[in-house]
């Protein structure tokens, strides 16, 4: 079962107000999950998808603490709710931007993950604000402050060499303290360009073959 984690979307409207509706305008890991040929699952992040004023939802669940425990904490019982342990095939989680971040941080509390495939990931969320000039997100989960997964879990992170948005180098720290997972540079993509085009050669040829 391959479950995809959606990007951070559209938190803030400008540099200095708050988006009153997260939800991304084009959301890409949706559309990398039509184009997958195995059992998929979409789940959404808490407050998106219209939620934003629902009961229990707060502009911090999708600013400073969307990498959060309580965010996490919600996205896992979601999956264990729709995937129960008794009929809960082997899962990969698939996250495209902030959504790898997410993968990341649910694979360590989720029972079932076999792999973490991220996709023009912030895996390191200290640089990557510092580099933008943003705020830290205080209240956020870092992957890169966090030990190693559990080896069993494959982690394949893939990324492009001309990403702006989320520059190679900003996951030094996350790869020099995940030694045993797999990067790959695709050259020619960026944050969000060719990933829809190319997405079930990537998947098929670039990822699912890679050596273990």
């Given at each position: ?33 039509v184009r997958d040929p195995a059992p998929v ?24 603490e969307r990498y959060g425990s309580e965010v996490v904490e919600s996205m896992v019982v ?135």
């Amino acid at each position: 079962m391959h479950v995809y984690l959606e990007g951070d979307g559209r938190p803030w409207e400008t540099r200095y107000r708050i988006a009153h509706d997260p939800t991304p305008r084009n959301p890409l890991a949706l559309k990398l999950m039509v184009r997958d040929p195995a059992p998929v699952l979409y789940v959404g992040r808490p407050c998106y998808q219209g939620f934003a004023q629902a009961e229990g939802c707060r502009p911090e669940l999708w600013t400073h603490e969307r990498y959060g425990s309580e965010v996490v904490e919600s996205m896992v019982v979601a999956i264990e709710h729709i995937l129960t342990p008794s009929e809960r095939p082997p899962i990969t989680l698939i996250g495209y931007s902030g959504g790898g971040v997410l993968a990341m941080l649910i694979a360590e509390r989720l029972d079932g993950v076999e792999r973490v495939i991220t996709v023009a990931a912030n895996l390191d969320i200290d640089v990557w604000a510092d580099h933008h000039g943003y705020s830290r997100l205080a209240g956020s989960l870092n992957p890169a402050r966090k030990g190693s997964l559990d080896p069993r879990i494959r982690q394949i992170h893939l990324f492009g060499d001309l990403d702006r948005q989320v520059p190679p180098w900003t996951i030094e720290r996350f790869r020099a303290g995940n030694p045993d997972a797999t990067f790959k540079s695709i050259p020619g993509f960026d944050h969000r360009c060719c990933w829809f085009e190319h997405w079930p050669w990537i998947l098929g040829e670039a990822v699912l073959h890679s050596p273990r």
